[in-house]
């Protein structure tokens, strides 16, 4: 069976420290994997995505994300927080027969 | 480039009342289409699915509806609305690449 953990509903960084939001799937063959953002009353941003090449992945605003298939990890990264990353992060994997399976979400909160 | 639409933004509605949400895209052709819903508090439900004109899959059976009328529209429908309806709505496409994009969504409440 396919699935996907957000291992922390709630994350607090102050400003300009390291953002780590973690990701644990699972999958019987080898998915694609994904990081969406969203702001409050908005829509869903893709933030990056992999796809069976480079492990590790680079998305927008200085986000990145490592594949550790012996983990089966997707740990989302960012080196410096920003006041403008509040929001809320969902972890994806998929497609299976088309559809995407969403982690539950991390709030993800920045204090100055 | 490729641009998703979707209206109303908000919507107050009353128990007992019809929906109708619309979603259209622009700049891609023959996309897949997605309805979610969010509820206060809890992850994305996919609602409904099409891959064609015409072609609906239902996820979760209950008083709401889709239709897809022409290629790049995706209509989300209610006859009848219950307060349990209350949540925001996302449409989604998907063309030849695995990951989906997602509209700005609409809130509706349903008093």
């Known amino acids: 069976a396919q699935s996907v953990t957000q291992l922390d509903s709630h994350v607090s960084v102050s400003e300009g420290t390291p953002v780590l939001l973690r990701c644990n799937y699972s999958?019987?063959?080898?998915?694609?994997l994904f990081w969406y953002v969203q702001h409050p009353n908005k829509g869903l941003q893709l933030l990056l995505k992999?796809?069976?090449?480079?492990?590790l992945v680079k998305g927008i605003n200085g986000f990145e994300a490592e594949f550790k298939k012996s983990e089966t990890s997707f740990h989302l990264t960012k080196p410096s927080a920003h006041m403008s990353d509040a929001a809320e992060y969902f972890c994806?994997?998929?497609?299976?027969?088309?559809?995407?399976?969403f982690g539950t979400g991390t709030r993800l909160q920045v204090f100055p | 480039s490729q641009t998703i639409h979707q209206w109303p933004a908000t919507l107050v509605q009353p128990v007992g009342s019809p929906l109708s949400l619309e979603c259209t895209v622009e700049?891609?052709?023959?996309?897949?289409l997605y309805w979610y819903r969010q509820a206060a508090g809890r992850g994305l439900q996919l609602l409904f699915y099409?891959?064609?004109?015409?072609?609906i899959s239902s996820e979760v059976p209950q008083n709401l509806s889709a239709s897809r009328p022409q290629d790049r529209q995706f209509i989300l429908s209610s006859k009848k609305l219950l307060l349990s309806d209350s949540g925001f709505y996302l449409c989604?496409?998907?063309?030849?690449?695995?990951?989906?994009?997602f509209g700005p969504g609409t809130r509706l409440t349903v008093l």
């Open positions: 099409s891959v064609g004109i015409g072609q």
């Open positions: 700049g891609t052709s023959n996309p897949n």
């Open positions: 992999y796809t069976s090449a480079a492990t």
């Open positions: 999958s019987s063959y080898s998915p694609s």
């Open positions: 989604a496409w998907r063309s030849l690449g695995t990951e989906q994009f």
């Open positions: 994806v994997v998929g497609p299976f027969t088309d559809k995407l399976i």
